[in-house]
Structure formats: C-alpha cells, structure tokens
C-alpha cells in the first residue's frame, strides 16, 4: 500500500502537467498540427517540424505582439460579439495578433501552393481557399437569406473587395490574411478604414449589425471590432469566436 502511494504521489505532477493547454488543443481541431510537450513546456507543433511556443514567459508589448507572438499572445484580447460598439481602448484589437506559421502550414505557404477555388456569393464571383469551401457556401446561403428578407442590406455587400490576394498587410511586411483566401472585403464604398483617418483614431462604422452577426455565426470575425477598424474585413478565425480557446 505504501508502495503504491509513493509510486502515485511521483506520478502525480506528470500526469498533471500532461493535458496541454485548451488553447492548443482546441487550435488543433481548426488548423493543421498538434500540442507537443518538451521538457514541461507545451508547443503546437507544425507540419514543416516548427514548434510555436504556447507561452515563452517573455513580455511583449502590442507591437511586439503583432510581430512575434506566441499562442497565448493570440489569445490575449477576447473578441466579444454582440451588439456593435464603438472601439475607443487603444489596441483592443482583438484578432490582428496572428502565428502567421499556423495559417502558411494550415492554407500554403506561397501564391501557388494556397489552392483557391471559384465560389458564388450573391451572384459574385469569389476565389477561396479550397479547405473552406464549405464554410463560404453557408455564409454565402445565409446573406442570400439577410438579403432577401431586408432590400436595404444589399449594397453592402455588392461591389465585394476581394478575397484571395497575395499581399502584405498594408503599412507592414506581415502576411496579411487575404493571401491564404480566408478573409474577405465586403463594399469598399460603405465601409471604413483607419488607415483613411488623419489625426488621433475615432472609430466609425456604417455596416450594419445584421451582416456582422451573419459572419460571426459562421467563424468569421470583423475588423469593426477594432480599434484599428477595418469594417470591410471578415476574417475565418473560428478559435476566437470559440470560448473554449480561450486560456
Ligand atoms: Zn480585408
């Protein structure tokens, strides 16, 4: 009996330490690769053989963030639903911190090697990543169904700014989420930018909050949720609309 509660109690901390954070786990069921652990410390694995670390202990302020974050840092700003608000906290931009390895290993890692595909969306023509075909065909069902329920919602989402684009983010030489054909711009013309603002940011936004929701409801998250606004932009990035993500 002694025995066997010596050999318990020395058990213990390793089986305690052996499920991986829920951040990794529940990132694995939306991009390719999985949680490893090394010498006590928990990192998502990818399938080039890089390792992004959960938490690497270090500080980083909002720019390094953007730059170099680890998954946590990912995490850090909770993207909240629900009624539109206006972003007036500096840098709550919950979503622009990205592993740009998780989306080349999961979408490709070049123009030629992230497959697009042709796809329909109010009698547009889109190109988008080939893995969320799916994804889009029921956002695509679900404005059909906003618009024919309200008239006044389609202008909005006519004239659409694009999908699939292999570019830098604007101002940055990071990755910007077009490239993988994930993300998609609705009408340049009724939206709002930060990028156009001149002086001290005051977030605007004349995109109503029945297409927000629609989005939202399939994994989809909104650059109207920033303080950096970017209302044109819907982004896939169903871990942050997923509670149990969250660390
Ligand atoms: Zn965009």
Not at 64 to 92: A, M, W
Not at 129 to 140: G, Q
Not at 198 to 205: E, F, T
Request: charged residues 25%; positive net charge.
């Amino acid at each position: 009996m002694r025995l066997a509660s010596i050999v318990l109690l020395a058990l213990a901390p390793t089986l305690a330490t052996a499920e991986p954070p829920p951040s990794l786990t529940c990132l694995a069921r939306y991009y390719t690769g999985h949680p490893v652990e090394r010498n006590g410390a928990w990192f998502f694995e990818l399938p080039d053989g890089k390792s992004i670390p959960y938490d690497d202990g270090k500080t980083r302020d909002f720019a390094q963030k953007l730059e170099t974050p680890d998954v946590k840092d990912t995490f850090s700003i909770k993207y909240r639903k629900g009624p539109i608000q206006p972003v007036s906290l500096e840098n709550d931009d919950p979503g622009r911190i990205r592993v740009e390895a998780l989306f080349a290993n999961t979408y490709g890692k070049s123009e030629s090697q992230v497959q697009v595909v042709p796809l329909e969306l109010l009698g547009q023509r889109l190109r988008v990543h080939k893995k969320l075909v799916p994804v889009f065909e029921r956002l695509a069902k679900r404005l059909a169904g906003l618009v024919a329920a309200d008239g006044s919602l389609r202008p909005f989402l006519t004239k659409l700014g694009g999908t699939f684009n292999w570019r830098n983010i604007a101002g940055t030489d990071r990755q910007s989420a077009h490239s993988y054909g994930v993300s998609l711009d609705i009408n340049v013309e009724r939206s709002d930018y930060w990028r156009w603002q001149k002086g001290k940011l005051k977030w605007v936004n004349k995109i109503p909050q029945a297409i927000v929701d629609a989005f939202e409801a399939e994994g989809f998250i909104w650059g109207g949720r920033w303080y950096h606004f970017d209302t044109m932009h819907f982004e896939y990035r169903p871990e942050l609309l997923d509670e149990s993500c969250y660390p």
